[in-house]
């Protein structure tokens, strides 16, 4: 299956942190990425994890990942108004074509 | 300086009507892609093109039908236009060429809103 869900939304307050989950299906994913979209604007590329780590780190954005549960989650540090956005994860497939998969969504509202 | 653009940014037609969405990048990239994202946000791939040819052709309707003159062009072509083809078209590019990489950063396009009456 290719089915890569995400909870619809999420509501922060500026300045805490941030945690988007995400799960996906298929165990040959190799790349899995964090998308994000601003109001009437493309996706734009935050940040992605290679299969065989279980953490990255860039700046203010830490993705985890279990692959024996194939969970994925993207947590933001220090949540800012500029944050507010819709946050896809998305799943590359070996030999895929360069094909994703991406999820629901998740919409992020920060709140002052 | 726009990487990935594409016209119209709006679109809107009659039902049975038939329509182009237009789409450049100027990265050089091989290869290119259209997504449609429906009204709940939800986003899905119809065709990817490498090099001016057909890689990825998801289960679209062969009214969608995608003209890839040269690689840094990939335009949409939809016949006979239905209600349900209403959404935001996006186009993107990425650099990889197939079977080259696993990662693969796809830049994105600002959308096309087509609105079908």
């Known amino acids: 299956g290719e089915d890569v869900e995400q909870s619809l939304f999420l509501s922060v307050r500026e300045g805490d942190s941030s945690v988007i989950n995400c799960t996906y299906t298929d165990s040959s994913s190799t790349y899995l990425y964090w998308y994000k979209q601003e109001p009437g604007a493309g996706l734009q590329l935050l940040t992605y994890?290679?299969?065989?780590?279980d953490m990255k780190q860039d700046q203010r954005l830490t993705v985890l990942l279990n692959k024996k549960d194939k969970h994925l989650s993207l947590r933001i540090a220090d949540t800012q108004t500029g944050d507010s956005a819709i946050y896809f994860c998305a799943e590359e497939y070996a030999g895929g074509g360069n094909k994703l998969t991406f999820g629901t969504g998740t919409q992020l509202k920060v709140e002052l | 300086d726009t990487a990935v653009s594409q016209t119209p940014k709006y679109l809107v037609t009659q039902m049975g009507n038939d329509k182009s969405i237009k789409c450049e990048q100027n990265?050089?990239?091989?290869?290119m892609y259209w997504y449609k994202q429906d009204s709940k946000k939800f986003l899905k791939i119809m065709f990817s093109y490498n090099n001016k040819e057909l890689i990825i052709n998801e289960t679209v309707p062969n009214r969608f039908s995608p003209k890839s003159p040269d690689k840094a062009h990939l335009n949409l072509h939809i016949n006979s236009l239905e209600l349900g083809d209403s959404a935001v078209y996006f186009c993107?590019?990425?650099?990889?060429?197939?079977?080259?990489?696993?990662?693969?950063?796809?830049?994105f396009g600002p959308g096309t809103r087509l609105t079908v009456l």
């Open positions: 990265l050089g990239h091989d290869t």
């Open positions: 993107a590019s990425s650099p990889q060429a197939f079977g080259t990489s696993p990662y693969n950063e796809q830049f």
């Open positions: 994890i290679f299969s065989n780590m």
